[in-house]
């Protein structure tokens, strides 16, 4: 299913596994190159000022081209056929599909531009049969169907993340928009049915990414657990809930009360706790940030319903709390406890140059016959060291 | 799953026996970073303090006074700096390390309060009375030395923008404070004289290798503030011949940026010169054809943005693979 080849993936997920114990000292500079010149990656990945730069130019050229052929195509006759974005989209992703398997592009910036443009294209063009075919009573669950099936797809072939968060979102529009035509009871259902969808999504993704299959999405399986969680706290949040009952039921915002509502301020306040414990305790990032986020929303939720103090008394009285907690936790973690650091993440460090292109040349010329031994010290030299270079690093 | 890999590795030798052991018990003696969290509850921590505190000031000012304020934000700002000056690293032309982690943001703190306090002393007391200039140039001395002393690229960020409010400010001091409109032809004049200072000082701190790393943010700004007041000022001539004359600067400084970025293998600026080229090229074909064909200029013109852009393609992917490095901005 997937475009890109498997090898390729299965290498480069090597490699990136390998590097940040390569700059943390785990294994030898000669173990790392050794392991890199085994484990080629052939795909065309530049480095990110190059992507944005790609990325900028395809979408003129697209944007212009697409303009260009709309033009001469209806100079004489009026538009008006949902085919012609389709038939565009098709275009696009022929050329996605050329570039990516004979050019081996990766994430390029070009074919970014030219997977979105074409994802556009077939969404609107798709939209646009519907809305045609005017159906009344279930239009909208038909386009987040629509559109969930074709983000899916493409998620599944490119691995994407932009696709499979839509794909994602789209998903859950299709389980809302679903419930909401069971009438009455599925509206007054509606947040418990959506907890439970997020919550299964998201411990269905967390399973699946700890499953070796999974490894050529590991970005998007991510990025699925992160919207979930999102989703899985608005759901229950008393504002977004509060918000969608008046809605539903035509009130205006001035009622703030709705049935069983201790259940979703329980909510609203216990979620984030619960993600920045279970952040903590499993050692999970992703869990401690959406925690962290989500503490703000709670706050400003619960702002809208009761003011228990002006805003600057507030502002000054948290600024104070957060800064003195903050610093106490720096203070106890100079030294690492129960598993836990101040100091920065060793990750950080891939991100200085780690010269691949220098490796490469060091492994080449390892390879020259013993009369070449002379430079190749020099070579080992500049670079720290040589053999004794591990605890450099 | 890593572990399997780590695992394969070591079995099909690539990996020796004491990197297997460190790699497969990685997961027990790795620590848990906490680092990026803890200093954005730090920055937001700061954020709500100043912001309350602000609040607070600005609804009870009556009853506190203006000079109590004003005693409160010396205060803030000589505690900050002492502080700084006690604590600071030696001073050297070459890049130095900041002591501690609050550092940086005690010293950033006292610059605020110290442009505050003279903004405020200012605004209330008319202390420069309508020499604006002065009151903006003492600020802006202040926050270059402090920049340079204590080596802090934001607070240089913030001197090069005094510097722009300075040079505004003293080209059409009056309209443009008192009236909010000013006379654009000054003020492109100005600034295209703003973005070639930055570009100068670029380039003598790459020269003299003063403070070698406070290169890019003058080139940063400099590159960008140069390029879109010479195309303001393309613009503003537009009706007349005289506006080509812009384009024989911008182009000129391109080809110098470019060449300088290719040099120091910044993709960053090279990125920023093509799309800026770009632009400016395509302004002038459009001109050029739509003067020769009229309104029948849009398919020639169409064709010309694709082939352009493709070339702009196989350009950047071929300077691409020219340098070959790592790229850094």
């Known amino acids: ?393 | 799953m890593d572990n399997d890999i780590y695992k394969k590795l070591h079995s099909e030798g690539y990996l020796g026996d004491d990197s297997y052991k460190q790699l497969s018990q990685k997961h027990l003696t790795q620590l848990f970073s906490v680092h990026w969290e803890l200093k954005t509850l730090l920055y937001l921590g700061v954020m709500l303090l100043s912001g309350g505190l602000g609040i607070l000031i600005y609804k009870n000012i009556y009853t506190i006074g203006h000079q109590a304020v004003l005693a409160f934000i010396a205060l803030i700002s000589i505690g900050c700096f002492i502080y700084c000056f006690k604590k600071k690293l030696k001073f050297s032309w070459g890049k130095v390390k900041a002591p501690n982690t609050g550092f940086d943001y005690i010293l950033l703190l006292g610059s605020i309060s110290m442009v505050t306090f003279v903004g405020y002393l200012q605004y209330q007391y008319q202390v420069f009375g309508l020499n604006y200039g002065m009151a903006t140039f003492i600020p802006m001395l202040a926050l270059f030395f402090i920049a340079y002393y204590f080596d802090h690229l934001g607070i240089l960020s913030m001197a090069i923008a005094s510097l722009a409010l300075w040079m505004g400010v003293s080209v059409t001091p009056k309209t443009l404070l008192a009236y909010g409109t000013f006379n654009s032809e000054q003020i492109i004049f100005t600034y295209v004289a703003f973005g070639l200072i930055l570009l100068t000082f670029s380039y003598l701190t790459q020269r003299f290798n003063i403070k070698n790393h406070f290169k890019f943010t003058y080139q940063h700004y400099g590159v960008h503030v140069t390029f879109i007041a010479l195309l303001a000022g393309y613009f503003e001539y537009y009706n007349t011949s005289a506006s080509l004359i812009w384009m024989l600067p911008f182009f000129a400084l391109a080809t110098y940026i470019y060449v300088d970025a290719y040099r120091e293998r910044s993709f960053y600026f090279i990125l920023l010169t093509i799309l800026y080229g770009y632009f400016a090229l395509a302004c002038l074909i459009t001109r050029g054809l739509y003067n020769v064909m009229e309104y029948d200029a849009i398919y020639p013109l169409l064709l010309c943005f694709i082939a352009s852009a493709i070339g702009l393609i196989f350009l950047l992917i071929n300077i691409n693979k020219n340098l070959k490095r790592d790229d850094h901005i």
């Open chain 1, 1 to 393: 299913m997937i475009i890109y080849k498997k090898e390729w993936l299965n290498n480069k997920y090597i490699i990136d596994l390998l590097k940040p114990d390569y700059t943390a000292g785990r294994i030898t500079k000669e173990e790392f190159i050794k392991i890199n010149a085994a484990h080629p990656v052939g795909f065309y990945m530049p480095g990110l000022m190059v992507r944005v730069g790609l990325f900028i130019l395809t979408l003129i050229i697209t944007i212009v081209a697409t303009s260009l052929l709309s033009l001469m195509a209806f100079i004489s006759v009026p538009m008006g056929s949902p085919g012609w974005p389709i038939f565009l989209g098709v275009i696009c992703y022929a050329l996605l599909e050329f570039l990516t398997k004979g050019k081996h592009y990766f994430h390029s910036g070009v074919d970014n531009a030219l997977l979105y443009f074409s994802a556009g294209l077939f969404g609107g063009g798709f939209i646009w049969v519907i809305i045609d075919a005017h159906i009344t009573t279930s239009d909208n669950l038909l386009v987040a169907m629509v559109i969930a099936l074709l983000c899916i797809y493409l998620t599944l072939r490119f691995s994407d993340i932009i696709t499979a968060a839509v794909a994602c979102v789209a998903l859950f529009a299709c389980v809302y928009f679903f419930w909401a035509m069971m009438g009455k009871f599925g509206l007054a259902t509606m947040p418990f049915v959506m907890m439970i969808t997020a919550a299964c999504t998201y411990f269905g993704f967390n399973h699946l990414g700890k499953n070796a299959k999974s490894l050529y999405y590991a970005d998007c399986v991510a990025i699925v657990k992160l919207i979930s969680l999102l989703i899985l706290y608005a759901a229950g949040n008393y504002f977004a809930v509060n918000r969608l009952n008046n809605m539903l039921n035509s009130l205006d915002d001035s009622h703030t009360a709705i049935p069983f509502g201790f259940i979703f301020w329980i909510w609203t306040i216990v979620v984030p706790i619960v993600y920045i414990w279970f952040g903590l305790k499993r050692k999970n990032t992703m869990l401690l940030r959406t925690g962290m986020v989500l503490v703000v929303a709670t706050v400003a939720t619960f702002r809208v319903y009761y003011h228990l103090l002006p805003i600057e008394i507030m502002l000054t009285l948290a600024g104070i709390i957060i800064l003195a907690g903050a610093y106490t936790i720096i203070r106890y973690l100079k030294i690492p406890r129960h598993g836990f650091t101040y100091a920065e993440p060793e990750e950080a460090n891939t991100t200085d140059s780690l010269n691949l292109e220098g490796l490469a040349i060091g492994q080449a010329t390892s390879h020259l016959p013993p009369a070449a031994q002379a430079p190749i010290s020099r070579f080992g030299g500049g670079s720290g060291g040589g053999g004794g270079s591990s605890g450099d690093f």
